[in-house]
């Protein structure tokens, strides 16, 4: 006899990704799955990055499930507590809690040959899945830097996505080091209160204004007695954002004209003091790192108690940051936002395939997968934004719902057909990458001139999709067997064992 699997499916993790797809599993009537999730709550990066400021800088109409609207927005732009409400919300009403098994974190991954399913090893034992899939998106692991000296550090020391509510800063001698989206976020909003803030910059970026506002009482109203408008409004942010793909994949200099706005904008911030401007004025073309908007973080650094440090950090001590040129800056805090692991992801290193290979093994520095969602060697296994996945120009929310219509449709497929394991064809997921790699050498992010987290250690973008959203968008419209060896399920396995679908 076959030996069956605790669950036909099994999902990793509760962000945007694993949510999204088991509300979706949800709704189309499934019961049979577990979704794992190594915290006490859902929502992913909404949960974890909880520092002042957080806030999404895609539309919440967009920046949110298509098939689970909220006419409710308080604002344009969704800041990080009424998104993580969202996706709490969420789960309730589409009573996706039952199938999650929190605290419930994933060592490990193996596929198990001899009977078709992966043996997934959690903080709580193992279980066993016909299907997996991982919604462990890019941005869950903080990357710290690796400076001399920096465990010597006696002061507070954190991630912006790992917040110490319970370090009071006020008055402190504060260090920030990196100026990302994250930084530029809660900056301005720590600088009031601490003594002196030093930010220690490696490379500035492009910064224009932000449009965000309060969504009126009206609009909400409008909203709620007709969905169809907030469908069209959806639409609308859609075709606004998708219309940069132009310049941002095959003309990056017509983002000068977006330059000149972001220069504009800085001079109008900060008027008198052309030095801290200069310091600020970025040297590549914008695009090339992802554009980022505020109305405050210029304000902020131009105060009394702000200072720019443009030298390199060559040291950290117990109570102080030295830089190339020898300066030595006293701190009693460091707060790190320095991004994240996303090229190297940690979890492909517990993942191990076929062969017994971990997925970074096989991906050797650049992640490959057939249309960013499966991978040769890893049968029976979805990857949510994986490789060329990611977004430099609209929200990432329509990718996984790509995804989304993908995965189920294979599913379907692997019930309906009885197909026990799928796994893509070398060669196909061959072809798909060189496609994506020759797409992208016109592309802002390969001629922009600038270091950015899109380019793995070998040089290739291997984070962002290259190309027309809705193009993903048909490619995975439907799950297509032709590029995968299929093999049938174990016979007399019952039919609680197929994949649900
Ligand atoms: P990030 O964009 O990767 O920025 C990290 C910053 O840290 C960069 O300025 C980087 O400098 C600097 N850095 C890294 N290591 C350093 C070192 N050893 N010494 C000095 N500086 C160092 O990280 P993030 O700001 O957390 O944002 C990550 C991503 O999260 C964003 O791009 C975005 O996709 C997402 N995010 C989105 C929102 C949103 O509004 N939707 C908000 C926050 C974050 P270099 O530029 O020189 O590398």
Request: glycine share 8%; charged share 25%.
């Amino acid at each position: 006899m076959p030996q069956t699997p605790d669950f036909p499916l099994a999902i990793l993790g509760t962000g945007f990704a694993g949510l999204g797809l088991a509300i979706r599993l949800k709704q189309q009537g499934e019961q049979d799955f577990v979704v794992l999730e190594r915290s006490t709550d859902v929502g992913g990066t909404w949960r974890d990055n909880t520092y002042p400021g957080c806030q999404c800088d895609i539309p919440s109409h967009l920046y949110s499930f298509s098939f689970a609207p909220n006419p409710d927005w308080s604002r344009l732009f969704p800041t990080q507590p009424e998104l993580w409400k969202y996706l709490r919300g969420c789960a309730d009403r589409y009573g996706v809690r039952p199938h999650i098994r929190f605290g419930h974190e994933v060592r490990a991954a193996d596929w198990d040959e001899a009977h078709g399913f992966w043996r997934v090893t959690t903080s709580q034992g193992e279980i066993t899945a016909r299907v997996l899939v991982s919604g462990q998106g890019g941005l869950s692991e903080p990357q710290l830097p690796n400076i001399p000296g920096i465990e010597s550090f006696e002061g507070a020391m954190f991630h912006s996505a790992r917040w110490d509510h319970d370090h009071d800063l006020e008055g402190k001698k504060v260090a920030v080091i990196g100026t990302g989206a994250s930084s530029i976020q809660f900056i301005p909003k720590i600088q009031p209160e601490v003594g002196s803030l030093t930010l220690f910059q490696r490379t500035p970026p492009w910064i224009m204004p932000h449009p965000d506002r309060p969504v009126k009482r009206w609009e909400k109203r409008l909203f709620r007695r007709f969905p169809v408008t907030q469908k069209l409004f959806r639409a609308g942010i859609y075709s606004f954002f998708e219309s940069r793909v132009f310049p941002f994949t095959k003309k990056p200099d017509l983002m000068k004209a977006g330059e000149k706005i972001a220069l504009r904008h800085m001079a109008k911030a900060i008027p008198d003091d052309p030095a801290l401007r200069a310091k600020l004025t970025p040297g590549y073309r914008m695009g090339c790192k992802r554009i980022l908007m505020s109305e405050t973080y210029y304000q902020a650094l131009a105060q009394p108690n702000a200072d720019v440090v443009t030298e390199a950090i060559t040291e950290i001590g117990p109570d102080h940051v030295v830089t190339a040129d020898g300066a030595r800056h006293e701190v009693d805090t460091i707060i790190l936002g320095t991004g994240f692991y996303v090229a190297d992801m940690p979890f492909t290193e517990w993942v191990r395939g076929r062969d017994g290979k971990s997925m970074a093994e096989v991906f050797d520095g650049s992640p490959q997968a057939y249309l960013g969602t499966t991978v040769a060697g890893f049968p029976n296994l979805f990857l949510l934004t994986g490789p060329n996945t990611g977004l430099g120009h609209n929200s990432i929310v329509y990718i996984l719902e790509s995804q989304f219509n993908y995965v189920l449709d294979a599913l379907r497929q692997m019930r309906a057909r009885r197909i026990g394991v799928l796994e893509v064809k070398p060669e196909p997921q061959r072809k798909f990458n060189e496609e994506v790699q020759k797409a992208m050498k016109d592309t802002v992010w390969t001629t922009g001139g600038c270091a950015s987290w899109y380019i793995d250690r070998n040089g290739l973008n291997t984070t962002l999709w290259p190309g027309w959203t809705w193009d993903f968008r048909r490619r995975t419209r439907r799950f297509d067997p032709a590029p995968y060896v299929l093999s049938p399920a174990p016979v007399g396995e019952p039919e609680r064992e197929r994949v649900a679908a």
